[in-house]
């Protein structure tokens, strides 16, 4: 899947990746891209919920060797 941003929140626990997702996805315009690497636990629950919340829509979450990537698009 094609992003328009690549956010790396490797290594940081929550609120961290949602913080920094917020943040990076609030410099983009609707309709774009936001794509997410995670390796907290957390992140599984929290990032769809956030972006649930936010108004965006989450295209496609992913798990591979321990790194949770989430495709984000801005609503």
């Avoid at 956010?7 to 309709?31: H, Y």
Wanted: proline share 4%; charged share 25%; aromatic share 6%.
């Amino acid at each position: 899947m094609q992003a328009d941003k690549v956010l790396n929140v490797t290594g940081l626990s929550c609120p961290l990746p949602v913080v920094r997702s917020k943040k990076a996805i609030d410099e983009m315009v609707s309709g774009q891209v936001l794509e997410i690497h995670a390796t907290d636990k957390g992140a599984v629950k929290d990032i769809p919920a956030w972006a649930k919340s936010a108004g965006h829509v989450l295209l496609k979450q992913t798990e591979e060797e321990g790194v949770y990537k989430f495709w984000v698009q801005k609503g």
